[in-house]
């Protein structure tokens, strides 16, 4: 079974670019995840989709933003880029059940210069 | 406060030795504790989750949690230089689909 696939898994922009980065869960997966992981603030929340749906947000500036597509792949957009912004950002994925269990792929890792 | 707290480390131990990590937490409504590891440029994975106070083994792991503490714990046993990475204690917040993940330990294990 294939795992949660992320890309780019590399990318550097300049301060006030626009970034887009893209997500595949495990198939079967309906809710994709997002998180930024950063050395200072650790991994933080950004949004969950649930078959399409944006179910949960994170407290992040509205520049972040995402959305999912019917077949559970997933975008996150990143606009108006900061320097802050840098960092590791994760999609994970989730089957059923209410345990937490998330599968993380590998991350895009933004650099902002 | 922070909603979870944990030791960043850096923690270097010998091979072999026992491996003790913590985290305590604020919110009483946390339910699911997990640990998860994560080696260097890859994603967290998911190690260890736990419902209950007291412990649950799985090989050379075990997880402690005491809700009347508000704390948890990861043992290793018999580590290994393969276990070397970063440890995350997390909390499942279920209403809001979401994990919250403590700022994560550092371990080195010396061959």
């Known amino acids: 079974k294939a795992g949660v696939t992320q890309t780019p898994r590399y990318l550097i922009k300049t301060r006030g670019q626009q970034v887009t980065l893209s997500c595949s869960p495990i198939?079967?997966?309906?809710?994709v995840s997002w998180y930024q992981q950063t050395p200072g603030q650790g991994l933080q929340f950004l949004f969950e989709?649930?078959?399409?749906?944006?179910?949960n947000k994170g407290n992040f500036p509205g520049r972040f933003s995402g959305r999912q597509f019917s077949n559970s792949r997933s975008e996150m957009n990143v606009s108006t880029l900061e320097l802050g912004d840098s960092a590791l950002y994760l999609c994970a994925s989730k089957g059923t059940g209410d345990t937490g269990e998330l599968f993380f792929g590998e991350g895009s890792r933004l650099t902002v210069l | 406060q922070k909603e979870v707290e944990q030791d960043p480390g850096p923690l270097s131990v010998p091979e072999g030795a026992i491996v003790s990590l913590n985290c305590t937490y604020s919110n009483s409504a946390f339910q699911y504790f997990m640990w998860y590891r994560q080696y260097s440029r890859k994603g967290p994975e998911l190690l260890m989750y736990t419902y209950s106070s007291g412990n649950k083994e799985d090989g050379r792991f075990t997880a402690q949690v005491d809700k009347s503490s508000k704390y948890i714990s990861l043992f290793i046993r018999d580590s290994q230089p393969s276990d070397s990475a970063t440890y995350l204690c997390?909390?499942?917040?279920?209403?809001?689909?979401?994990?919250?993940f403590g700022s994560g330990t550092r371990l080195s294990i010396r061959p």
């Open positions: 989709y649930f078959s399409e749906t944006q179910r």
């Open positions: 198939s079967g997966h309906r809710s």
């Open positions: 997390a909390y499942w917040y279920s209403s809001a689909s979401k994990i919250i």
